[in-house]
């Protein structure tokens, strides 16, 4: 069983950085692909920012610029810097992967709070 830990998240100030860091049971490079979603309270999840096995990456509009994702095969893990953070980025960040049999994996998220 695929197992997903995200870390990283925490309070900042508004225009501050944070770096999500999601740890994987096994090789990021076997996952088709991950991504790592957000939750806001009252809103639907949503995809941030993803990488593919070919390490293709793609961004929501509302974060380009200012978000990156990358891999780290030697620790099995994804990364997301976020910079120049702002209030709306406040939410639930989790991490999921999607493995060769189309499998969804889901971490238990980490909470980011952007202040004003």
């Known amino acids: 069983q695929v197992q997903l830990v995200e870390s990283g998240g925490g309070l900042v100030q508004a225009g501050g950085s944070l770096r999500l860091s999601c740890a994987a049971s096994t090789n990021v490079f076997s996952f088709v692909n991950v991504g790592w979603h957000r939750q806001a309270p009252g809103k639907q999840r949503e995809l941030v920012a993803g990488?593919?096995?070919?390490?293709?990456?793609n961004y929501a509009d509302s974060v380009k610029g200012r978000f990156t994702i990358s891999r780290d095969s030697t620790k099995n893990t994804v990364h997301l810097q976020m910079n120049s953070l702002k209030p709306e980025d406040t939410a639930i960040y989790y991490c999921?992967?999607?493995?060769?049999?189309?499998?969804?994996?889901w971490g238990q998220g980490t909470q980011v709070t952007v202040s004003s």
């Open positions: 990488i593919n096995s070919g390490g293709t990456t």
């Open positions: 999921k992967a999607l493995d060769i049999w189309a499998k969804n994996y």
